[in-house]
């Protein structure tokens, strides 16, 4: 009898041990999301990759990455820039071999005079394989940004017929990418058809979006986007020889 009291007590022993305990899962769970971004902004992308699962998937703002390999490469595209990011846990849930996670971010991306400025509520979906946390989904929605004062530029342009708007409208898409190089990819230009029902004698609004007079002026004084102005200078004369121009922004 006293052997099988002993023997029952070692098996709940052996029990209680092995049962995990729910704030070190927590931890765990939020250590992986943590060295997923310290990965990220040393850009060592196969780290990142021993973080997620295979079928690892995600929405930022809207846009869908279908897997890690899609994510990544929007990564490759801030090379070279610096990345400091906080990280607020809001939440974090562990249900058997899934956790989720609700977490605050500030982030803050430098490059010369270049900022990008990130604030964001994410939802992160883990699993537990092979003993070990990884990142299956997250989800990532952007707050408002206080840098952001809606400065804009337009320019109502009256283009003649004979003038082909793809040509303009091509012109302005390679600006939009060199911005997006320069480190803005949410600033630009829209080229806006007019309603025709309008009596005006414009047929076409230019919309520039700048967030703010500082990123007007690093977008503007940067090198590679003045050699694109002077190279499409001739095109932009045909094409804004008549038009008027506004600039903008939150009072």
Not at 17 to 25: G, N
Not at 220 to 225: A, G, L, P, Q
């Amino acid at each position: 009898m006293k052997n099988l009291l002993l023997f029952t007590s070692f098996l709940f022993l052996i029990s209680g041990c092995a049962k995990p305990d729910p704030e070190a899962e927590k931890a765990n769970a939020e250590a992986v999301v943590k060295d997923f971004y310290e990965a990220g902004k040393e850009f060592d992308f196969e780290a990142k990759r021993t973080f997620c699962t295979e079928d690892f998937h995600a929405i930022e703002n809207g846009h869908v990455y279908k897997n890690l390999d899609e994510f990544i490469e929007m990564l490759k595209s801030l090379e070279g820039w610096t990345g400091q990011i906080n990280m607020d846990f809001v939440q974090t849930d562990v249900v058997k071999d899934v956790a989720f996670l609700i977490i605050k971010f500030d982030a803050v991306w430098t490059k010369g005079p270049s900022q990008m400025f990130l604030k964001t509520i994410e939802n992160y979906i883990l699993k537990k394989v092979n003993g070990k946390w990884l990142i299956h989904f997250w989800q990532s929605t952007y707050l408002p940004d206080e840098h952001d004062k809606k400065l804009t530029s337009l320019r109502l342009l009256k283009i003649p017929e004979n003038l082909p708007i793809s040509t303009f409208n091509d012109e302005i898409q390679k600006a939009n990418v060199l911005f997006a190089k320069i480190g803005y990819p949410d600033c630009g230009f829209t080229l806006l058809k007019v309603d025709p029902g309008n009596d005006s004698k414009f047929n076409w609004v230019l919309e520039g979006s700048w967030k703010n007079p500082d990123v007007y002026r690093i977008i503007h004084n940067n090198e590679d986007f003045k050699k694109w102005y002077e190279q499409s200078s001739k095109l932009q004369e045909l094409y804004l020889k008549d038009h008027i121009y506004v600039r903008a922004s939150l009072p």
